[in-house]
Nanobody, 120 residues
Framework: QVQLVESGGGLVQAGGSLRLSCAAS????????MGWFRQAPGKEREFVAD?????????RYAESAKGRFAITKDNAKNTLYLQMNNLKPEDTAVYYC????????????WGQGTQVTVSS
């Protein structure tokens, strides 16, 4: 099992920045990729970005995140980050980190989420 704890959410004005963190523990050696998802009120959870845990650390982004968000990691600390810049009110959501343990598998481990609210 992998345990995930997110932090760094909060209230920010439009155009501002936030950095989310996700600390992983447990069977971290089994992690193939880590990612960020978000769920806005009344909407389904959606993919934001993910990163391969080992070299070459390939990243992928949702169109809404490209150019504004950056996903990074610190393998030594088993920590995932999401730097979010130029935030918009439509970025308001609960942000979740997740782990995928196989190249073709689904994200099977999830954190509890952290709230991000962007005011206009």
């Amino acid at each position: 099992q992998v345990q995930l704890v997110e932090s760094g959410g909060g209230l920010v004005q439009a155009g501002g920045s936030l950095r989310l963190s996700c600390a992983a523990s447990g069977r971290t050696f089994s992690m193939y990729a880590m990612g960020w998802f978000r769920q806005a009120p009344g909407k389904e959870r959606e993919f934001v970005a993910d990163i391969q845990w080992t070299t070459p650390s390939t990243t992928r982004y949702a169109e809404s995140a490209k150019g504004r968000f950056a996903i990074t990691k610190d393998n030594a600390k088993n920590t995932l980050y999401l730097q979010m810049n130029n935030l918009k009110p439509e970025d308001t959501a609960v942000y979740y980190c997740a782990v995928r343990t196989a190249i073709y598998g689904s994200f099977g481990y999830w954190g509890q989420g952290t709230q991000v609210t962007v005011s206009s």
